[in-house]
């Protein structure tokens, strides 16, 4: 089946990841024979377009079945993300002057995890969130929250109503959108005229140096360099003028943008980086092309565990049903009889069973009940904080284990 590019619809003819069929990864099911029996799985597979380097899952799973009023992950659950929404809320302010009279704007606001913070400092903020559940936990938190998906029309309708952004935030949503260019493009609407759009992501240079292949999923339709999200926004009113590197989600980054009438001039890290993802070879298609081989390594390594312990009669757990660790353990082609329970935070995951995998999911509390002998950190980016909250496994000889980039039992 061919597929054309959802940017510039040039057809697509570079395979970076064939993952086979999953479930939608955040699809928890009841533990129910009904419900296992009518979940669906869907084709998951990442191209990338040769003329404008958007790396893209090749099926259109609707956002609106996916992000409804059980939309399972909310932001809140991690202490370390809250500390990283700290201290961008303090940056900003101090970087762009925000006061009493701006206007701060989150796009795919979660559970207010970020606006919360501009709030505490009689900042203007508005939050938009496709997830009524997620909603309604950020106006318990007095961040006034509208549930709606972004982009141009949302963006018109909020400059009707006299809102315009000094700053707006999006944090790991750019990938989460079916038409980038209207969610870009609202933006371009939305900003005052010297207004700057801040967009946070998991950065593809780190993804492919990583093999960080269980961050593609159905949620994610675009797997995103800076390259490539420079063309989406030169073609959408805004242009980049500055960039960091973050530690966030095994490695981010976060770019600042204005209209394309901005003022501002480009920094040097900007240019730095462009010159790192050229070296890198992003430009060149046979970079893409290897990487299934190394998600086959990566897989087989951590079967070869499994079996391992297995035969020696060792139990193994895993820690955090995050969507990443649900892609992994399918790709992996898993089941309960290899990783006996999940546990997580998240209450609403509790109870549930892990899509496609159907490992039952308890609270971290059971950990100290079923004394596992190996616990699998399936999200790798929290790792120090899972290990720091966990280290009472070492008292019954338990040990830790992350698969990617490559498998490490400690």
Sequence with gaps: MSHNCRFCSTPLKTVVADLGSTPWSNSFLEPTQE??????????????????????????????????????????????????????????????????????????????????????????????????????????????????????????????????????????????????????????????????????FPHL????????????????????????????????????????????????????????????????????????EALAGLMRMETYTAFDDRIAAVCKDFQNFLANAKAEGKTVAAYGAAAKGNTFLNVCGLSPSEIAFAVDRNDLKQGKLLPGTHIPVHAPTVIEDAKPDYLVILPWNLKTEIVADNEAIRDWGGRFVVAIPKLSVF
């Design 35 to 200: 419900a296992i029996a009518r979940e669906r799985s869907f084709p998951l597979k990442a191209m990338v377009c040769s003329e404008c380097l958007l790396v893209q899952t090749t099926e259109n799973v609707p956002a609106d079945e996916i992000f409804t009023d059980g939309y399972a992950y909310l932001s809140s659950f991690s202490t370390s993300w809250l500390e990283h929404a700290r201290r961008y809320a303090e940056s900003m302010t101090e970087r762009f002057a925000l006061d009493d009279n701006s206007q701060v704007v989150e796009i795919a606001s979660n559970d207010g995890y970020l606006l919360q913070y501009f709030v505490a400092k009689g900042i203007p903020a508005l939050g938009i969130e496709p997830a009524a559940n997620a909603a309604r936990l950020a106006e318990e938190r007095q961040v006034p929250t509208e549930v709606a998906f972004f982009g141009r029309e949302t963006a018109t309708e909020l400059v009707k109503r006299g809102i315009r952004a000094d700053l707006t935030a999006a944090n790991n949503v750019l990938a989460h959108v079916p038409d980038i260019a209207d969610f870009v493009g609202g933006f371009a609407i939305l900003l005052k005229p010297d207004g700057v759009a801040t967009f946070e």
């Design 205 to 276: 240079l780190r993804l492919m140096e990583g093999v960080q292949f269980d961050t593609i999923y159905h949620e994610h339709y675009s797997y995103l360099s800076l390259a490539a999200v420079e063309r989406i926004f030169e073609s959408s009113g805004l242009k980049v003028f500055d960039v960091e590197e973050l530690p966030t989600h095994g490695g981010s980054l976060r770019v600042y943008a204005q209209l394309r009438s901005g003022v501002r001039e480009t920094t040097l890290e900007l240019e730095r980086l462009r010159a790192t």
